[in-house]
């Protein structure tokens, strides 16, 4: 059981980024799967994340700017990171919790790096001019 995430880099403000987060040996379709990030000096933090069924959770900080993805086909998950800024420069994982078919996240989910119990090795994301 693996989740790989790539696509991180060095990228101006005001830039953009796609992460890809891969599961291998297991399939995603009964997973929530999250985004996560730990900056230097900072606790990690839930950036967002997807239920099996389709629904969405952003830590505020994100909202408007990042969109998350996934295509059970492919066994893939995406963070689409826009108008990036310095204060996203982190470390950033994916994860994956089995929630089960079709489950929705409860009004107000924030994505606790807690409630997730797989992970994979991060990929860094630096924002500098």
């Known amino acids: 059981v693996q989740l790989q995430a790539s696509g991180g880099g060095l990228v101006q403000p005001g830039g953009s980024l796609r992460l890809s987060c891969r599961a291998s040996?297991?399939?995603?379709?009964?997973?929530?799967i999250g985004w996560f990030r730990r900056a230097p000096g900072k606790e990690r933090e839930g950036v967002a994340c997807i239920s099996s069924d389709g629904s969405v959770a952003y830590v505020d900080s994100v909202k408007g700017r990042f969109t998350i993805s996934r295509d059970n086909a492919r066994n893939m998950a995406y963070l689409q990171m826009n108008n990036l800024n310095p204060e996203d420069t982190a470390q950033y994982y994916c994860?994956?919790?089995?929630?089960?078919?079709?489950?929705?996240?409860?009004?107000?989910?924030?994505?606790?790096?807690?409630?997730?119990?797989?992970w994979g090795p991060g990929t860094q994301v630096t924002v500098s001019s």
């Open positions: 040996e297991f399939s995603l379709d009964y997973y929530a």
């Open positions: 994860a994956a919790h089995r929630i089960g078919f079709d489950v929705s996240f409860y009004s107000g989910y924030r994505c606790p790096p807690t409630d997730f119990d797989l």
